[in-house]
């Protein structure tokens, strides 16, 4: 109960609470929630593959410097895979996200495609 001096509490109205999102709507929230998730997790690749291929440079330097032939060349072949590696992260995080985008483009205009 409350005291006369204080108001009592205001009880949500049907205007100031959030409504539902349409079921549709809310299908694109998901799926480009889940799109930025893969885009997160691509970039962690990303990070870690070249912190791979720096090590590997200077090892592969070391090498050079050294006159261990057979030892650079495989270093730079295992760089030259991981740069591989690297390019096709890159073209799955920019499709995904092209993705994501023209999903949220179309849901802003009430147009709602399939994931």
């Known amino acids: 109960m409350s ?3 204080q108001p009592a509490p205001k009880r949500a109205s049907a205007v100031n609470r959030p409504k539902r999102w349409p079921e ?3 299908g694109v929230l998901e799926d480009t929630t889940a799109r930025l998730a893969d885009i997160s997790s691509g ?3 990303i990070d870690k593959q070249a912190s791979a291929i720096d090590r590997m440079a200077a090892l592969g330097v070391d090498a050079v410097r ?3 032939a057979v030892l650079a060349q495989q270093i730079f ?3 030259q895979q991981r740069t591989a590696t690297v390019r096709h992260t ?12 023209a999903a ?3 849901a802003r205009v009430g ?3 399939e994931g």
Not at 90 to 101: D, F, H, K, V
């Open 3 to 5: 005291s006369p001096l």
């Open 24 to 26: 549709r709507a809310l």
């Open 43 to 45: 970039a962690r690749s």
């Open 66 to 68: 050294d006159g261990n």
């Open 77 to 79: 072949l295992d760089i």
């Open 90 to 101: 890159a073209a799955t995080i920019l499709g995904t996200a092209g993705a994501a985008s």
């Open 104 to 106: 949220l483009a179309g």
């Open 111 to 113: 147009e709602y495609g």
